[in-house]
């Protein structure tokens, strides 16, 4: 009896462990390729797309948008057109199912890839959570594709090359302008 309940378990313990490897590989990898997976709390979210003055006409694009928090905020309250990249392909299948479920279809879309290799010229608006080494390597690209008059928002790591225009200290939030003194 206590056999078949212990044999019986295996199957579910198993899963727990492969669950677990999973979430473990899956943190490694997404911090090697940029930053690991942390949400960004809605109250944030919302601050960084109010300090950046977003507007209805702006295509937002979240680089490692992570669950798509801020890609519903954007669409949802500000009306905008939002545009999400994100490596991990669990989390990329997660947002899907909610936009989906959102029937946010023809406002937000999210693409599985490297923001590295993202083409990011379409973007008015660019919202960044990361870390200091992925903000320093991206910051050329920044410049180089983006079009004057963008507006980058990070949370906690800035980038000191670029033109800062605002930031809320105490939230560590930092809007950059493109273009324009
Ligand atoms: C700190 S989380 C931020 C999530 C979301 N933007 C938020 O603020 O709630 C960073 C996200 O970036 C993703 N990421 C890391 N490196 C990436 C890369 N090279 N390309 C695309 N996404 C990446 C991670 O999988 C993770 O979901």
Excluded: H
């Excluded at 994100?86 to 937000?108: M, S």
């Amino acid at each position: 009896m206590l056999i078949d309940t212990f044999m019986s378990l295996i199957p579910v313990g198993c899963l727990v462990l492969l669950l677990a490897v999973a979430g473990i590989v899956s943190i490694l990898w997404t911090e090697l390729k940029g930053a690991p997976y942390v949400a960004t709390p809605r109250r944030t979210a919302r601050r960084m797309l109010e300090l950046a003055e977003i507007s209805s006409e702006d295509v937002v694009y979240d680089l490692g948008s992570g669950d798509g928090r801020l890609l519903w905020l954007a669409a949802q309250e500000f009306g905008a057109r939002a545009v999400g990249v994100e490596i991990d392909p669990i989390r990329y299948a997660w947002t899907k199912v909610l936009i989906r479920l959102k029937g946010l279809q023809g406002q937000v879309q999210v693409i599985r890839a490297d923001l590295f290799k993202v083409d990011l010229r379409p973007a008015s608006l660019v919202t960044v959570y990361l870390s200091r080494e992925t903000n320093r390597l991206l910051m050329e690209k920044l410049g180089n594709e983006l079009s004057p008059g963008t507006r980058i928002v990070s949370r906690k790591y800035t980038f000191p090359a670029l033109n800062l225009i605002r930031e809320d200290v105490a939230e560590e939030l930092y809007v950059y302008l493109i273009g324009k003194a």
